[in-house]
């Protein structure tokens, strides 16, 4: 599928019937699914070979639903999204303590967000609401740059690929921002 409205249409309806869709992000091909669809998580991991209790990062479309996740927007938190989002940034956010937060968040300590600077996938997670999205590969293995080496690897694993064109193979940056300051977790786009 392309990244036009057939190709959203096409993805929104697979991830509402639970399905796996590789989707382009301003970064690499990722993995979406809904997060409260527990089967649907599951195949993530199996496609990927992720070990279970790596947790999945989260998209989001926009800050409200950023917030809705119950995420504490420390100082820092407020300052790197101000000047990086959208764009190539994961934030790994604490929950704050009055917060309430989706179910399927319940027992986690932290979870990583990015609002993604790519207008096809805003749209998309505007539709559908945040979704996990992992990168298109096997755990550990480099991350391809083109829909078809993506397809040759996972294309039996999942249910939609949207053909976003050649990407980096460079993730995005992940900075950690619990509590009063922010540390670099992952070296990435930034």
Partial sequence: MATDDAGAQAAAETLRRGGVVVVPTDTVYGLAARPDDGDAVQAVYRAKGRPDGVHLPVLAASMDQVRALGV????????????????PLTLAFGFGSDAARPRWLAGRDEVAVRIPDHDFLRDLLRETGPLLVTSANAHGAPTPRAVGDVAASLGESVDLIVDGGALT??????????????MVEREGVI
Avoid: K
């Fill in 169 to 182: 193979e460079v993730p995005s940056t992940l900075v950690n921002v619990r509590g009063t300051g922010a």
């Fill in 72 to 87: 504490e927007m420390t100082d820092a938190a407020s300052a790197l999204a101000g000047r990086w989002w959208p764009g």
